[in-house]
């Protein structure tokens, strides 16, 4: 399961837990669906600037 699902289901049950309704849920919840590729190619990151760090720092090497 993807990490963005159980996020979603712990929100859910969060927001049930504070008495809203599933109609109020969707409202809140409802994010729209952006692709990952347009025209073939990799989407560029939209980066808050705060909460990303840059891909590279994580490339582990093979030292030899």
Same mark, same amino acid.
């Given at each position: 399961m993807l990490e963005i699902h159980k996020?979603?289901?712990y929100?859910?049950?969060?927001?049930?837990?504070?008495?809203m309704t599933d109609d109020e849920i969707e409202k809140v919840l409802h994010l729209p669906?952006? !692709?990952a590729f347009i025209n073939g190619? =990799? $989407?560029? *990151?939209?980066s808050d600037?705060?909460?990303q760090? !840059?891909?590279g720092?994580?490339?582990? =090497? $093979?030292? *030899?």
């Open positions: 996020y979603r289901i929100e859910r049950s969060r927001l049930r837990a504070q008495g669906f952006k !692709p190619k =990799r $989407r560029e *990151r939209e600037g705060e909460n760090m !840059p891909t720092q994580f490339a582990f =090497r $093979r030292s *030899r």
